[in-house]
């Protein structure tokens, strides 16, 4: 899952890959055009591993399960980005924010799904005499 532009609304699918990589403008001269490609190329390359994680979740029939492999998987390219000098020069700040909310959304997906439906089994059926319920 991924936030729209805006912030507010979180959507499964994935957006161009142009609007989530921001790099340089592609009309620059010398080494900035071949940066410019190579973060592209590797934009493209992570949005490819993204989209191949997100089927590979389908595959889980609990969707709990699911959201905690792309939680784990997502954290996991997040974090490596984060701590590689070159790849988070390449893909920005912006991208790194963005992966870190998703990470975040799959696991308040995996919260609501696991522990919600006992929170409110608890709050609908409270005991009625407390002093028997034994602990």
Do not use: C
Request: net charge negative; proline share 7%; no cysteine.
């Amino acid at each position: 899952m991924y936030r729209s532009s805006s912030g507010s609304q979180v959507h499964s699918e994935q957006p161009d890959p142009q609007d989530i990589f921001p790099g340089p403008p592609m009309r620059t001269t010398g080494s900035g055009e071949a940066k410019s490609a190579l973060s592209a190329g590797v934009a493209r390359l992570l949005m490819q591993l993204l989209d191949n994680l997100e089927v590979k979740s389908r595959a889980y029939k609990n969707d709990a399960i699911a959201a905690l492999f792309l939680m784990n998987n997502v954290h996991y390219v997040q974090w490596s980005v984060e701590n590689t000098p070159a790849a988070l020069k390449l893909l920005g700040e912006e991208w790194l924010e963005r992966h870190k909310d998703a990470v975040e959304d799959w696991g308040a997906k995996y919260h609501d799904i696991t522990w919600m439906p006992l929170v409110n089994m608890l709050k609908a059926d409270p005991p009625g005499d407390i002093s028997r319920v034994k602990v």
